[in-house]
């Protein structure tokens, strides 16, 4: 990388960027002698309160905002990455880490400066977020419990006679449900703990972690540990690179207990009402046992994720099928098919997994491809990719500098990795091409992970599946060749049938706004609007930040975005609730 830094005194560019930033905010400097020509700017909390984006008017912008953050003490971050050349997006810049102090508490930044000529270091992209309420500093480091309540008293109720109480919830109400124990679920409800705050798990399985614990015999987690730990508790360096499902599911539960999670398992959230008089909501849940418990909470947050609602499409003639037909959310245990002929509809992950399961266990497989669908190697691609992520010394920074990546960076640097990825995989992808499996690479080249984040599917990460379609172990078929079922099985154009005895839909999921027009009702889902996918600034819609409705949050996304933004979310819920 060759710029005109010089690499001898990275910390004084740096310091001296901040100086001009902390006259800039007291309306000391002009904006030109802060602010490259084309500048982006991303808040998380500190000033917006809120996720946004900024690309236009950012010096007014941040000096409006200025009036009531009051943003001080602005200083390089001494315990984090060091001031350092690095290139993202392509550009070369000095990246630099600082904090500052705010009225709401304290906060931190990511500095990426260019050096415009003859005008020398200025920002090209600015982010900043508030890392610590003043008033509710999470309970770790120096502020962490003491412990006393549990070893000086001898007559009360010990620990875990408080933790039976607070779980029962016989003479109070939570101040947040949340619905779902996945990983969206458990780390938000770990964040809020440490808030003080008081939330209720609901999950409709029985155990923690039994989302992952009953789902197929071979799953295991398709990207690196390392990218997946959980706040407060990381894996552990002996668990393998990638993690499988029953392991993943005891260490949720153990998450549970360690974290002191409210949890109720076997119990289904049915819907509710918000009253504006008292700022609750009137919330129903069923429990195992088939009573049905009114709760008051304040704030509601659906965590189920972005696979909610299976979508199971209209499809010509199925019907008509004898045999069994299944979404790919109820698929367990190939077992259940043995010596069965299976179709399976959909060519993403899970129709890939489940193929691949079933073809282990001697059973035959046609895979249905109805729309293209972007392939990964496991290794080296999403290596590569998982690998990509490490930009710094402690996962942590890590965390920090992914969350500093402003949209257009972003969907720069998707472009960059997928062309790496292309190259890697081009074999691959030409066999695949050959046996007549369409592949894509997400728009415009983007790739699997912007695939993700815009609907939430239409990838694969093979793990060998993709080879098994290659060798014809498993079958292929184009939904454009199909006819329809019949009761044998499915009717092609050119006549002839694949037999079947059983059909597993890999086809999906509603919106979670469908999910939310289901348990709360049409007004409610089209006041909050669609969830998930990018806004006009490149924030993700709807998650992790206030909806147009009062008290109504949603957390989704993978293990690193739930990890990151869980203590997002939970911020602004312990806010809400201080300022109730």
């Not at 315990?79 to 050349?85: F, V």
Request: with cysteine; proline share 4%; hydrophobic share 40%.
């Amino acid at each position: 990388m060759t710029t005109t830094f010089s690499d001898t005194d990275l910390r004084t560019d740096a310091q001296a960027w901040l100086d001009g930033f902390s006259r800039f905010l007291a309306a000391e400097l002009a904006p030109t002698a802060v602010f490259a020509p084309q500048a982006y700017w991303r808040d998380v909390l500190a000033f917006t309160g809120d996720l946004r984006t900024f690309s236009d008017e950012i010096p007014a912008e941040l000096l409006r905002r200025q009036e009531l953050t009051k943003a001080t003490n602005i200083r390089i971050a001494e315990d984090r990455t060091p001031p350092r050349l690095v290139e993202r997006a392509g550009i070369p810049c000095l990246e630099v880490i600082f904090e500052f102090d705010t009225l709401a508490g304290s906060a931190v930044g990511v500095a990426r400066l260019v050096d415009v000529p003859e005008r020398g270091l200025l920002v090209r992209s600015l982010f900043t977020t508030l890392d610590q309420l003043a008033d509710h500093p999470e309970r770790t480091g120096e502020h962490r419990p003491v412990g006393q309540a549990d070893s000086s008293k001898f007559g009360g109720p010990n620990w875990l006679d408080r933790r039976i109480a607070a779980q029962a919830y016989e003479n109070r109400d939570p101040d947040v449900l949340i619905v779902g124990g996945g990983q969206s679920g458990l780390t938000l409800a770990a964040r809020l703990g440490q808030l003080d705050v008081d939330a209720l798990v609901v999950d409709t399985h029985a155990r923690p972690g039994d989302n992952w614990r009953t789902r197929y015999h071979a799953l295991t987690l398709h990207n690196a540990v390392w990218l997946n730990d959980l706040p407060y508790m990381p894996f552990p360096a002996t668990w393998p690179q990638f993690v499988p499902k029953d392991k993943l599911a005891g260490w949720f539960e153990a998450y549970v207990e360690a974290m002191e999670i409210n949890f109720w398992g076997t119990t289904a959230f049915i819907g509710g009402d918000y009253d504006e008089q008292s700022q609750s909501w009137v919330a129903r849940v069923r429990r195992g046992d088939g009573t049905v418990r009114t709760l008051r909470p304040k704030h509601v947050v659906i965590a189920t994720g972005v696979s909610g609602i299976p979508y199971v499409p209209e499809l010509p003639g199925l019907s008509q099928f004898a045999g069994r037909t299944l979404h790919s959310s109820e698929y367990d245990d190939a077992n259940d098919f043995a010596g069965q002929r299976v179709v399976i509809i959909g060519t993403g992950n899970s129709a890939h997994d489940v193929a691949q399961d079933l073809h282990a266990h001697g059973i035959d497989v046609t895979m249905v491809q109805r729309s293209s669908t972007t392939i990964v190697s496991v290794d080296p691609s999403a290596a590569a990719a998982d690998a990509s992520y490490l930009t710094a010394p402690t996962l942590e920074d890590c965390d920090l500098l992914s969350m500093a990546t402003v949209y257009p960076d972003l969907y720069t640097g998707s472009q960059m990795i997928t062309a790496t990825m292309k190259e890697l995989d081009k074999d691959l992808v030409a066999a695949l091409n050959r046996i007549g499996f369409r592949t894509d690479y997400g728009e415009e080249d983007t790739g699997q992970q912007m695939k993700f984040m815009r609907r939430g599917g239409g990838y694969y990460l093979n793990v060998g599946c993709s080879d098994l379609l290659i060798s014809g172990q498993v079958g292929l078929v184009q939904y454009a060749d199909t006819a329809g079922f019949v009761a044998e099985g499915l009717s092609l154009t050119n006549g002839d049938v694949v037999e079947a005895d059983a059909v597993i839909l890999a086809t999906g999921y509603q919106t979670q706004q469908e999910g939310v027009r289901a348990l709360l009702g049409d007004e409610i889902a089209d006041a909050v609007g669609p969830i998930w996918g990018y806004d006009d600034e490149g924030e993700v819609r709807n998650t992790w930040r206030r909806t147009a409705q009062p008290g109504l949050w949603f957390s989704s996304g993978n293990f690193q975005l739930c990890r990151i933004y869980s203590k997002v979310l939970a911020m602004q819920i312990r806010t809400e609730l201080d300022n109730g």
